[in-house]
């Protein structure tokens, strides 16, 4: 069971990232965590999710945002996020289920793919990619960042 603060670099932890250091094209280290049953079931609880409301096929399935909480724990590998850094827009594809009644390693990467200022502030945005261990596509995110001076 790998939990979010395992895998994810805090902000002030470390010196954080400016945005002339972003670099359009970069790969993010490869991030791997486990979701377990127990993390999906303190994840539901958190949210005050209704559990009945994912299976797919009639077998027991997380819920797909459960992913959300380990979204940057790639990019922050690469770039630690730095005082004020603001989540702006994110948008996620699922594509395959993680099901509750087993463990699920995930193999999270991403890439930098544009910056840009806009009205005086500075964005970076990202895409990042989440796989079973076996290759299968769960997920892939969407997300840009408002990066202060």
């Not at 539901?44 to 009639?58: F, N, Q």
């Amino acid at each position: 069971m790998t939990r979010p603060a395992e895998v994810k670099i805090r902000e002030g932890a470390t010196p954080g990232t400016r945005f002339e250091e972003f670099e359009v094209g970069a790969q993010t280290p490869e991030a791997r965590f486990t979701i377990t049953p127990a993390i999906i079931d303190e994840y539901i609880r958190a949210v005050e999710g209704d559990e009945k409301l994912y299976a797919v096929d009639g077998r027991r399935a997380a819920p797909p945002d459960v992913l959300c909480v380990y979204m940057t724990s790639t990019l922050y590998q690469k770039y630690p996020p730095i005082q004020g850094m603001i989540m702006c827009e994110v948008a996620f594809n699922y594509h395959h289920p993680i099901w509750r009644d087993e463990d699920t390693e995930v193999r999270m990467s991403g890439v930098i793919t544009e910056k840009v200022v806009k009205k005086g502030r500075q964005f970076v945005k990202w895409k990042g990619r989440y796989v079973r261990a076996d290759g299968t596509l769960l997920a892939e995110v969407e997300n840009t960042v408002a990066v202060p001076e």
